[in-house]
């Protein structure tokens, strides 16, 4: 598939979305670009900023397999990846898998349940398959996890282990829609849209399994010219050195980086990523990987601040 065919149906996918969606323009765009680039989003805000209903709509757009998952204190992991059941009247066991196996999963705020249960997921997302009483079972071939999280200060949430927040390509940030959005929304649920009927919405179905997989191929291929490349590992490298950060973003963050870069232009319908596809992603990318010093999070500032300054202090190449 070539870049203008993959544009002209990305464009589509969101134009869908905003049937369902009003404004939240950068978090349809950063959720298209997690599912072209093959990645995993985690996406932060308050209760009833429509995190749920964006996932749920991108998965019919998408016409894959979607699951959600509820988590709670009490979740157990064999709750996510299944368990196997004896059957008393062959005498064997049987797998009943969870719905960890699906091609789309919302995992819905996945910090109210503990991290024994939450790490169930890190199998699943870095190596795409799950192991079940030493059983390994392969997962979808276009598997994406859009993890819904409450701000960490909420009450009755546990915060994210590193390791897992390190799976995830992309921190999307769903903040409050400004008035006119706000008052949009309301125009169009009185026209007859039911957020838990998205039927109501009209929804068309522009991609399905191998379309999806093409997509991701083009991804791929996009090319990135070395010294944009360079660019990239010069960011994340930066992160490490910054003051206020005790600890810098890992490898996996550019080759993220740089796969979310790559996205981001064919979402532009360009065959090359520029520094500028770079810029923008690089908050996404970053943001969940630095841990700020404790005195730094005491005067109020957020990784945002930092990477702000990190990109002014980069030499973008020309």
């Not at 071939?141 to 960490?152: E, G, I, K, L, S």
């Not at 026209?191 to 999806?212: H, I, K, M, Y």
């Not at 191929?217 to 010069?234: G, I, W």
């Not at 065959?271 to 969940?288: G, W, Y």
């Amino acid at each position: 598939m070539d870049v203008n065919r993959a544009s002209e149906i990305v464009g589509g996918v969101v134009g869908e979305l905003r049937k369902v969606i009003v404004g939240q323009e950068e978090v349809l765009e950063q959720m298209t670009v997690t599912l072209l680039a093959g990645g995993h989003a985690l996406l932060e805000g308050v209760p009833g900023t429509a995190k749920t209903l964006t996932a749920r709509a991108l998965a019919a757009v998408a016409g894959v397999a979607f699951r959600r998952i509820q988590f709670t204190p009490d979740l157990m992991p064999s709750d996510i990846v299944g368990v196997n059941i004896y059957n008393t009247a062959t005498g064997e066991f049987h797998f009943r898998s969870g719905p960890v196996f699906a091609d789309i999963l919302l995992a819905d705020e996945i910090n109210r349940a503990p991290a024994k249960t939450q790490s169930a997921l890190l199998e699943a997302m870095e190596e795409y398959q799950t192991t079940v009483d030493g059983v390994s079972r392969p997962m979808s071939r276009v598997f994406t996890v859009f993890a819904t999280q409450n701000p960490v200060e909420f009450e009755g949430t546990y915060p994210l282990p590193e390791a897992e927040v390190d799976r995830f390509m992309l921190k999307i940030l769903v903040n409050y829609p400004d008035e006119a959005v706000e008052g949009a929304i309301l125009d169009r649920v009185e026209d007859g849209f039911d957020w838990s009927n998205l039927a109501t919405a009209n929804l068309r179905t522009l991609l399905d399994l191998e379309t999806l997989l093409d997509l991701r191929e083009t991804v791929r291929r996009t090319h990135m010219e070395e010294s944009v490349r360079r660019y990239a590992t010069r960011i994340v490298r930066g992160s490490r050195a910054l003051p206020q950060v005790s600890l810098g973003a890992s490898p996996r963050a550019a080759v993220m980086l740089m796969l979310a870069a790559k996205a981001h232009a064919v979402v532009a319908g360009r065959p090359f990523a520029t520094p500028d596809d770079v810029k923008a992603m690089a908050p996404a990318v970053l943001r969940h990987r630095l841990l700020l010093a404790p005195e730094i999070e005491v005067e109020g500032r957020k990784p945002d601040d930092c990477i702000r300054e990190l990109l002014l202090g980069v030499e973008v190449p020309r």
